[in-house]
């Protein structure tokens, strides 16, 4: 992925980035409406992330984008769409899962 500065932009701001022609173009084709719109959010916080160090760090909002292709990714496997079916709408108890307090979480993260 490219990432530079706008060339008519002077100084460094989050909407004078203009990304390769592309760069999420396979994104936007696999997405939903709604869901094109929560990534472009995503992205734009990312950019306002970045552009508050200096230089720059495109670091979040490669993140942004690495977790979104991850999700496409995983929707191509065979048994997601039958697990949504089967686990859509429902509680972790009504699943038969092990239901975790903050506290199980915090004790869990720090082993």
Known sequence: MSAQPHPSSPG?????VAL???T?????EGLSDDEWRQ?????????RLAFRQAPPDLQPLLEVI???YRTMFVRQDPGY???????AGKTA?????????GE????RLRH
């Open 66 to 68: 690495e977790a979104w």
């Open 39 to 47: 990534l472009q959010g995503e992205a734009e916080v990312a950019l």
């Open 24 to 28: 999420l173009a396979a994104l936007r």
């Open 104 to 107: 199980d979480l915090q004790r």
């Open 12 to 16: 460094q701001s989050f909407a004078a």
């Open 81 to 87: 769409q039958v697990a949504i079916r089967e686990r």
């Open 20 to 22: 390769a022609p592309g």
């Open 93 to 101: 108890e009504e699943l038969g899962e092990r239901v975790y307090t």
